[in-house]
């Protein structure tokens, strides 16, 4: 079976049908340290070696338990593996759906060690983007795609920092996400 995994030129893996363009990755945060895809599960043995070879420290997975059950676990030699399961909806339903989930990403991105990370689900779409978008709007950055998802949150909270804080992620947390990723 052929593998969904590409390295895109830029270096950041990302899915065959990636709805969040990898430039807008690769212009907010310092290369090497994000990497978004999905189909990890269906790697093969060849794709392991390179994702080995990013030297990730942590991998973000967003997938449900019962994907997990019918797909298997993601095991990257030398990472640590952190389930955050998010529902298969999008933006601000998504958003309201599992907040808890989506600030433990950013919670976890922001650990000292946590970086260089994978963060996948199972098509690298849509949950994918949504966690992806939010972490980097706490870094300043609006992805256009996700922008009435992010202005959905800004309407109802004030700001996407003040969102995340009343979820999980401070101020001391989002100042450390920024320096672990730019």
């Known amino acids: ?23 807008e990755i690769r212009t ?36 449900t338990e ?13 990472t640590e593996v952190f389930h955050h399961p998010l529902p298969d909806l999008r933006g601000i339903d998504l958003v309201d ?22 963060v996948h689900s199972t098509n690298g779409r849509n949950r994918t983007d949504a966690a992806v978008a939010i972490v980097l709007a706490l870094l300043g950055h609006v992805v256009d795609d996700a922008r009435p998802m992010l202005d959905a949150i800004v309407a109802r909270h004030g700001s996407i920092e003040a969102w995340a804080d ?3 992620v401070d101020a001391a947390a989002v100042e450390q996400l920024r320096v672990n990723l730019r």
């Open 166 to 168: 009343e979820q999980c």
């Open 28 to 63: 907010v945060v310092r290369p090497g340290t994000l990497f978004c895809c999905g189909g990890v599960e269906k790697a093969n043995r060849h794709d392991l070696v390179r994702l080995t070879g990013l030297g990730l420290r942590s991998v973000i997975d967003l997938r």
């Open 66 to 78: 019962p994907e997990v059950r019918a797909s298997g676990e993601v095991a990257v030699i030398g």
């Open 1 to 23: 079976m052929a593998s969904e995994l590409l390295l895109a030129p830029s270096g950041h893996l990302v899915a065959g049908f990636d709805l969040l363009d990898v430039r």
């Open 97 to 118: 759906a599992a907040a808890g989930s989506i600030c433990s990403t950013a919670a976890v991105l922001s650990e000292p060690t946590a970086v260089p990370a994978l």
